[in-house]
């Protein structure tokens, strides 16, 4: 297995199906709107063996003070082989002038982030309006 590691933003709705859902996260259920939202990003980074996308990386920002990680996710088939980790680092790198990365990590996954470099807001908390349910 040789992972690819691609900057685009341009994937198939059956790709970025299949990868939102084996993570099990509700936004897989609408394909055709991830389509439209990759698109929407700034930066895109993916993770590709062969032909099947298996990671990938969002971020939004606001062009030289802030970035906001919105997505990573790697498929579990493919997890601790450090394809997470080389997507936060092409983040870390692309971002490396900016004050801020920022994003919100689900409890067991905290762990993770930390060992990335993250730290956690002593004085905040994620809040949303949403109808996802993942």
Not at 59 to 86: F, S
């Amino acid at each position: 297995m040789e992972i690819i590691y691609k900057d685009t933003h341009d994937f198939s709705a059956n790709a970025l199906e299949n990868l939102f859902l084996s993570v099990d996260w509700s936004s897989g259920h609408y394909p055709e709107k991830l389509v439209v939202a990759m698109k929407n990003y700034k930066t895109v980074y993916s993770a590709w063996d062969k032909d099947k996308l298996v990671g990938m990386i969002c971020v939004m920002d606001d062009g030289v003070i802030n970035a906001y990680v919105h997505y990573l996710l790697v498929n579990p088939e493919y997890q601790y082989k450090k394809i997470g980790r080389t997507l936060v680092e092409m983040v870390k790198e692309h971002y490396k002038d900016y004050m801020r990365i920022a994003l919100i990590a689900y409890d067991n996954e905290a762990h993770f982030y930390e060992n990335c470099g993250f730290e956690k807001g002593g004085d905040a908390s994620p809040m949303f309006v949403t109808s996802l349910w993942t």
